[in-house]
């Protein structure tokens, strides 16, 4: 994927040498070019899943993103509605670079000008390996200063510099003899939903919250149920997919917004229309619960700025206390301790073991998940898994395991998840 910062590494495919010619600043959002939606490690089946449902075709996909073709509106729309994703990338130009002189000549030589605002602000990202280069700021630097000198010599002025990631964001992907130059239409990733205010300990992050519901059994019709849900990740992210509620609701500032010829009326209009696609009107439970108030708290907060407090059956207990709705089946979710630190692993031994004589106690007719980063301890639960879906949890390598937990009321209309990957 794309980094975050410098320090990561991307996987991509290969690039054929391809230029864009910078249109007339009125024109640019309306320009084809090679669109790049990153993603982390294993979550792109769930991101491509995403873009072909709002209607685009997948060129091209890798561990850590897909690309399609589309223009810089392409790009608005995305933003506003992935789920999964990390960064949206549009390519201005491909070209050979063998050394740091020869990438600010040729960056130099761009009509920057037309993209950027004098008085606006430039943040340069960069994923660089060329053996010229000892480090990626060095590249970073000449990136910013063919750019800014090009906009001073064409304009009289400068733009500022920086670090922050809340304005007009380039980025150079440089391997190599050639380098690739993007529009960051994001700036400050996507995984973050904009509403956990309040995260609570290791929290789990909305982006791979969200995969992890996609690659399970919920139709969307059905309960959820989401025992030790801490700060609420799963269960606000189970509202939120159930009443068509999309990330752009809760967030109003993205990269793109500073790139000359934007459109605010274009903006404005692709609000409305994720705003009419809103449906509240369901007619199930979403349940979660936690034994720790403070935990609970952030729940509920981070579910009232979600807009979703009123959908969610918050309940500070014991997780074998959770009531399970019996009417229907559905999902039943779990993301427990994973038992990293010394001397916590025996006391989560007894932990799952209670993991999975819940689940047959008190979920027949629903599948049951457990995500965790410990085969050991998965082993005490005691089920077998119908299946293992590979995610990464940070930098933790984890499976989520499927439980089929059969019952008179057991579902038997549940089509298959998003991304089904064995």
């Known amino acids: 994927m794309f980094p975050e910062n410098n320090a990561w590494t991307l996987q991509l495919p290969v690039l054929l040498p391809q230029m864009i010619t910078f249109a007339p600043m009125n024109k640019i959002f309306q320009k084809r070019s090679k669109i790049l939606v990153t993603c982390a490690k294993r979550i792109s089946p769930y991101l491509r899943d995403e873009i072909q449902q709002l209607g685009y075709s997948i060129d091209e996909e890798w561990s850590t993103g897909v690309a399609i073709t589309g223009t810089l509106r392409d790009c608005m729309r995305l933003n506003m509605n992935i789920r999964t994703g990390n960064q949206v990338m549009f390519l201005l130009e491909t070209f050979k670079c063998t050394n740091a002189d020869e990438l600010y000549r040729h960056l130099y030589t761009m009509a920057w000008e037309d993209l950027i605002e004098v008085d606006g602000y430039l943040c340069v990202t960069s994923n660089v390996n060329n053996p010229s280069i000892d480090n990626t700021m060095f590249a970073n630097v000449r990136v910013k200063d063919a750019i800014v000198d090009r906009i001073k010599e064409k304009k009289g002025a400068r733009p500022n510099s920086g670090s922050d990631r809340n304005r007009t964001v380039i980025h150079l992907y440089w391997q190599e003899d050639e380098a690739s130059v993007y529009i960051d239409t994001t700036g400050e990733t996507l995984v973050k939903h904009n509403y956990r205010k309040l995260p609570g300990k290791a929290p789990m992050q909305e982006g791979l919250a969200a995969a992890t519901i996609m690659a399970s059994r919920w139709d969307r019709r059905s309960n959820f149920v989401n025992p030790m849900c801490g700060s609420g990740t799963l269960a606000i992210e189970a509202a939120l997919l159930a009443t068509n509620r999309v990330p752009g609701l809760l967030r109003n500032n993205y990269g793109f917004m500073h790139i000359k010829g934007y459109d605010e009326a274009v903006y404005e209009a692709e609000f409305r229309s994720i705003e009419e696609k809103v449906n509240d009107q369901v007619d199930f439970r979403i349940v979660a619960t936690d034994n720790d108030p403070r935990v609970m708290e952030a729940a509920r907060v981070n579910a009232d700025i979600a807009g979703v407090a009123g959908m969610i059956e918050f309940k500070e207990c014991d997780f074998l206390e959770t009531d399970v709705p019996q009417d229907k089946g559905g999902v039943v979710m779990f993301n427990p301790e ?85």
């Open 338 to 422: 994973y038992g990293e630190r010394l001397g916590e692993y025996e006391a989560l031994e007894l932990v799952y073991k209670s993991l999975g004589d819940f689940m047959k106690q008190k979920c027949k007719g629903y599948f049951g998940y457990i995500l965790t980063a410990s085969p050991n301890l998965a082993k005490k639960v005691g089920l077998k898994a119908t299946r293992k879906l590979e995610f990464y949890n940070s930098k933790l390598d984890c499976r989520l395991l499927e439980y089929e937990l059969y019952g008179g009321t057991r579902r038997t209309d549940f089509g298959p998840p998003a991304g089904d990957q064995h």
